[in-house]
């Protein structure tokens, strides 16, 4: 069992930057094994995929519409993952959800494929 905290939403305007965090505890996991992602769900739509890391190599995932501007990262000895998000638009605003995979399945940018979630951080850009 994986139990998943974010951290660091807020209010920002246009352009701003915020760092999202999710922390991991539990008693039977290992954090360098896990498959970590970032979705997000505005109000009235789906849950949409964000951004992945994967577990042995680290390497990274990121929706198109986010490309460029933000940056997932992980810390295996602090079983934490982080986002950091650059050039923020009103169109990212959103509910923030960090998950996790501890299977290793593919096809990172689908909700299912992760069976833990955090219950969310909330991301305001105004414009």
């Known amino acids: 069992q994986v139990q998943l905290v974010e951290s660091g939403g807020g209010l920002v305007q246009a352009g701003g930057s915020l760092r999202l965090s999710c922390a991991a505890s539990?008693?039977?996991?290992?954090?360098?094994?896990?498959?970590l992602g970032w979705f997000r769900q505005a109000p009235g739509k789906e849950r949409e995929f964000v951004a992945a890391?994967?577990?042995?190599?680290?390497?990274?995932y990121y929706a198109d519409s986010v490309k460029g501007r933000f940056t997932i990262s992980r810390a295996n000895a602090k079983s934490t993952m982080d986002l950091q998000m650059n050039s923020l638009k009103h169109e990212d605003t959103a509910t923030y959800y960090c998950?996790?995979?501890?299977?290793?399945?593919?096809?990172?940018?689908?909700?299912?494929?992760?069976?833990?979630w955090g219950q969310g951080t909330q991301v305001t850009v105004s414009s």
């Open positions: 998950a996790a995979d501890p299977f290793g399945s593919t096809r990172y940018s689908t909700s299912g494929k992760y069976a833990y």
């Open positions: 539990g008693r039977t996991f290992t954090f360098s094994n896990l498959d």
């Open positions: 890391i994967s577990r042995s190599s680290g390497d990274t």
